[in-house]
């Protein structure tokens, strides 16, 4: 059972992972950061999971990189992986509560720390981070250009404001189309992620990469579970063999028992053997009784646990196609709203552009981009740098974004 408990645990926190979860087990926890933690522990008289509810819950990053954690006090978070931190945490109540067995502590980033977006936008602060954003994106969420460059003509602020929403749509509509298509490799029981024609750029690629990268950690989760299953039944197969030659033995030496015990009754009404032999012969026929019955109700227990692990394999293999399902037929609902949403914004940037008469800007999609000057400040080794002209650089937790408009030439 400690060989199935193992192996089970892995897919009972992968479950519980967010989308982006695959990227956050690389991730180094900091300051601010929110993280969700979930203690486990296996009971092996039912063959059940025990959630430590005390401990279950959100823990916000201090300022000195640590969470307080009931039962361990202050605990260093920031520097480690969440699998890290989960490990710590687990080794630590292991020793506190001298625990048997070390229980299994799930960490997950609930909330990144957030983004800081300033200089000429419409609400300047902070910006809830997501794994994949971008500084455009970033702007977009904050409003999009603020109102104080009014060299800037209105249709012009608002064309960039429409362009950064559409790019937000567009980002989106591609993170959907990656993740249909590991769902379908997944449903077609496929190793490699098929071609996807919108995605054939770096940020498609990456996305695929991403997505190849979850799909081939939870086809590793399920094939463990599925091996553990099997090696429980193994073992159930090879218990009942052994029980079965007990019980040949067994009956050898019930029989043999009872011969002795008639013997022993018939010398007794002869008045030839005292009572006490009597006595002696009659008890070892009732132990030996007693252990064939134990015998035999041990064997209906292992059959029963192989037919329970069968179950097992069967609810976990049909569980995952029909999650499976679920999630593909959710994310072709999600695919078509997109593309809704993607057409309203585009007519509604065809029409600013028709009363702009911005030829130029119809003529060059990147015209409206050059329009503003973005740069972000990131903190790499406890050093502040800068990165110029990152409209499209994809954000990390932390990272401070600065734009400013340029307004368009009079010419």
């Known amino acids: 059972m400690a060989v199935f408990r193992r192996h089970l645990l892995p897919l009972v926190a992968l479950a519980m992972l967010p989308g982006g979860a695959v990227l956050a087990e690389g991730y180094k926890i900091s300051a601010s950061d929110l993280l969700r933690l979930r203690v486990l522990e296996w009971q092996p008289v039912d063959g059940t999971m025990r959630v430590w509810d005390a401990m279950t819950g959100e823990y916000r990053v201090n300022s000195d990189g640590t969470i307080s954690v009931p039962f361990l006090g202050p605990v260093e978070a920031a520097g480690h992986t969440p699998s890290q931190l989960g490990t710590l945490i687990a080794d630590g109540l292991m020793e506190r509560l001298a625990l048997p067995d070390m229980p299994d502590a799930t960490v997950e980033i609930a909330e990144y720390r957030p983004v800081i977006v300033a200089g000429h936008v419409r609400n300047p602060g902070e910006v809830v981070y997501r794994p994949g954003i971008t500084a455009r994106q970033a702007i977009a969420m904050a409003g999009g250009p603020s109102d104080e460059i009014r060299s800037t003509p209105a249709i012009v602020r608002d064309l960039i404001s429409q362009e950064g929403a559409l790019r937000i749509l567009l980002d989106s509509r591609e993170g959907m189309l990656a993740r249909r298509a590991r769902l379908m490799a997944e449903r077609a029981n496929e190793s490699e992620l098929g071609a996807v024609p919108d995605l054939d750029s770096a940020r498609g690629r990456a996305l695929l990469a991403e997505e190849k990268s979850f799909m081939d950690l939870r086809r590793d989760q399920v ?158 080794d406890d050093e502040l740098r800068q990165i110029p002209d990152a409209m499209d650089l994809r954000l990390e937790p932390g990272d401070m974004v600065q734009m400013t408009l340029r307004p368009p030439s009079t010419n």
Do not use: C, H, W, Y
Not at 248 to 271: C, D, I, M, P
Not at 360 to 366: K, R, V, W
């Open 223 to 380: 094939e463990r579970n599925l091996a553990a299953i099997d090696a429980q039944s193994e073992l159930l197969t090879a218990e009942i063999e052994a029980l079965q030659a007990k019980t040949v033995q067994l009956e050898t030496q019930l029989e043999l028992a009872e011969k002795e015990a008639a013997n022993a009754r018939n010398l007794s009404e002869r008045g030839l053997v005292a009572s006490g032999r009597l006595f002696e012969t009659q008890r070892t026929l009732s132990a030996i009784e007693s252990q064939r019955l134990d015998t035999s109700t041990a064997i209906l227990r292992a059959r029963q646990g192989i037919t329970t692990a069968e179950r097992d394999r069967i609810a976990l293999l049909d569980g995952r196609s029909s999650e499976i399902a679920a999630q593909l037929q959710e994310v072709e609902a999600q695919i078509l709203e997109i593309d809704r949403k993607i057409d309203t914004q585009r007519g509604l940037s065809v029409s600013l552009l028709g009363q702009a008469g911005g030829k130029d800007l119809a003529a060059d999609p990147d015209a409206i981009a050059a329009m503003s000057s973005v740069i972000v400040m990131r903190i790499d």
